[in-house]
């Protein structure tokens, strides 16, 4: 092999070469999370409303809030339960309470996005998905990050993120939730994981209400972002 064949780009590609940084488990479960297709949000929101035809708007988001909380509780209680088999190696109950966490995120985003598409509100740009999950699951102190963004706009927070604020304000918001995120919720959901562990099926109890708590967050931002729902479905 001759030494051009193993030697790093030239030119204007060097920086971004060096710059090499390797990506983060969580950063990398938030990044597949918020690329889930709108088709099949759409679809998702259309087969609640085909099931329940007689629902309006807000009906439509308390039978997607209660499916939300549904999965989010019965997969921690599930990995919990798995996780604190005497069986099961410390190593093996990490890798499931990991991706426990995955879907935890993956719920919590496709439950926000149909919420946003309840209120007619289309959502393609990962950048503005990643800002809506990372303030949803951060609870207020996200919120309040996203608020401060909107500069006064009498608009739901959600909404403004969704639909006006510029590209460089979602660059500012998302540093500065994923900031936030890397100091207070891995240390939350490190202390479920480690619940999670404990031996003789407690760790079933601990994984269902974590995981419910956490969901019930969600839902209060969601609420927040969002605002009052509308009176009829705008898509």
Do not use: C
């Not at 590609?13 to 710059?19: D, F, G, K, L, Y």
């Not at 099926?201 to 956490?214: E, I, P």
Request: aromatic letters at 6%; hydrophobic letters at 45%.
């Amino acid at each position: 092999m001759s030494t051009s064949d193993v030697s790093p780009p030239g030119g204007g590609e060097v920086e971004s070469w060096t710059r090499y940084r390797p990506t983060p488990l969580l950063d990398s479960l938030l990044d597949k999370a918020v690329t889930i297709p709108s088709a099949a949000i759409h679809k998702h929101v259309d087969s609640v409303r085909r099931r329940n035809p007689e629902a309006d708007p807000a009906r439509v988001i308390r039978i997607l809030e209660r499916e939300y909380l549904t999965v989010v509780s019965t997969t921690g209680g599930a990995v919990g339960a798995a996780a604190a088999a005497p069986a099961v190696g410390t190593t093996a109950a990490a890798v499931l309470t990991s991706s426990d966490i995955a879907t935890f995120f993956a719920t919590s985003a496709a439950f926000s996005l149909a919420v946003a598409d309840v209120h007619g509100i289309p959502i393609d740009d990962v950048a503005r998905r990643r800002a809506l999950l990372l303030a949803s699951v951060l609870g207020e102190a996200g919120a309040r990050d996203v608020q401060r963004a909107t500069e006064g706009s009498q608009l739901a927070w959600g909404k403004v993120l969704l639909t006006s604020m510029p590209q460089t304000a979602i660059k500012r918001v998302n540093n500065v939730l994923t900031h936030r995120f890397l100091k207070r919720q891995i240390a939350k959901q490190g202390t479920l994981a480690l619940g999670r562990m404990i031996p003789f099926g407690v760790g079933a109890v601990v994984g269902f209400a974590g995981g419910r708590a956490l969901g019930h967050g969600v839902v209060s931002q969601s609420r927040s972002a969002f605002g009052v729902p509308p009176d009829h479905f705008p898509r």
